[in-house]
Each structure stands twice: as C-alpha cells, then as structure tokens.
C-alpha cells in the first residue's frame, strides 16, 4: 500500500464501515435483525450521507417516544430536531407515505373484510398518533373492495363532527354498497362515548333507505382499537 493509498484509507469516516455492517445485517436478516434506531439509521443514510446519524436516530426516537410516533409527527416537527434539515424531514415522511399507500393498495386488490389484520394495522398506522379527532369513512362495494378512503371532517382533541346527510352524499357519488366508519381517540382510550354510539346509529337510519350497510365503526388510539361490531353496538 502506498502513501497516497494509505492516507486516504485512515482518513476514511469511521462509520462508513458501519453503514456497510448494518446494511448487510439487514439484508441477511430483515428488519427483525435491526433495533428500532437502526431501522432509521438505514433510512437515514441517502438523506444525510457525510454524517455519522447514529446518535440522531436514537435522538429523534427519544423526542418524540417511539418510532410510530416519529413517523407521524410533521415536517415541520421533525425539523425542530437539531440536525433534522428541511429536505431529511421530507425524505422521513415520503418513506412513511410510501409504506400507507403500499398499504391502502392491497385492499384495492382483495376484499377489505377478509383482510381484518392489515386493515387494523393500516387504520392504526394513519390515525393512532394524530393530535386531533379526524372521521373517516371507507366505501365499499358489493364485494367488499375499496373504492374510496376519506377524511370526512376534522375536529378537536376530543370531538369530531359527523354529518349523515354529506356521508350519504359521498357514498352515492362513490358508488358503495358498504361502509366502515373509523375515528381516532388522541387521549388514548379507545372506549366509545355515549355520543359515538349516537352518531353511529343516526348513520346507519341514514344509510338504510340507499340499502347501505354500515359494516363497523372503528375507533382507533394508540393504546388499541375497539370494533362497534365485536361489542354488539352494531
């Protein structure tokens, strides 16, 4: 090894080698074989090449408590994270946006009801860790296949407004035959309140003269889910 050779082989970055070491447990072993923090650093290396982002990653998981709840913050939260530019903030959330929508594919494909596990994981993906009460509906057709996913209306922490009329509106237009209705919880308790259960039954009089049925009602925390339809309340 020459001088020149030599040189440039000690001033080589330290954590080149582990970038190459963890890409190849990865590669061998899946995601199973990498921590939470290392899954990020992975995803970290193309949006920050000429940096060492292994104490970032486990700084932007400590911030903000989990690896879910990171993913799901803003672009403008995960920048208020020293070393987060404007441009990583945006890689971060296309990567996320990549994985719902991989997601949300898969119920085009196949009937939503027979395909409970993914759908509780894609409701808890989209809604578990928002700050605020959003209602969304998916439309059905007869055979139970996707036709449209929608944010019916945003409210506060703890209320969101739901009008029959407007769902009615949207499922001619879309064409359903069936419905799921889904709302999140931010305070992290799943358990319906009286007045859920009023707005679901209004729904479903609603829907009864278009011969539409209303499948479930979904409300989704980031402590779990409770399904209207497994407790009897449809």
Not at 219 to 230: A, E, L, M, P, V
Request: net charge neutral; charged share 25%; with cysteine.
């Amino acid at each position: 090894m020459d001088n020149a050779q030599k040189t440039k082989k000690e001033n080589k970055p330290h954590y080149h080698g582990h970038r190459d070491r963890l890409r190849a447990r990865f590669a061998e072993g899946g995601e199973a074989a990498l921590q939470d923090y290392e899954l990020l650093e992975l995803a970290l290396f193309p949006l920050i090449p000429r940096k060492d982002v292994k104490p970032l990653a486990k700084d932007l998981i400590a911030h903000f408590g989990s690896l879910h709840e990171m993913m799901a913050a803003s672009i403008e939260a995960l920048q208020a994270v020293d070393g987060i530019s404007y441009n990583c903030a945006v890689g971060l959330k296309s990567i996320f946006a990549l994985n719902l929508r991989a997601m949300k594919r898969e119920f085009k494909a196949k009937p939503v009801l027979n395909n409970w596990t993914r759908l509780m994981d894609y409701c808890h993906a989209t809604m578990a860790h928002e700050k605020k009460e959003h209602f969304r509906i998916l439309f059905l057709n007869k055979k139970n296949e996707l036709l449209a996913d929608e944010i019916q209306g945003s409210g506060t922490v703890d209320h969101t407004p739901a009008y029959p009329r407007e769902i009615m509106k949207r499922a001619l237009e879309h064409g359903a035959t069936a419905l799921i209705l889904m709302h999140n919880h931010p305070s992290g308790d799943p358990k319906p309140s009286r007045a859920d259960i009023d707005m679901t039954e209004t729904i479903i009089l609603a829907a009864e003269p278009f011969g539409i049925v209303i499948h479930d009602h979904i409300i989704i925390s980031r402590n779990g889910y409770t399904s209207f339809k497994s407790e009897g309340l449809i």
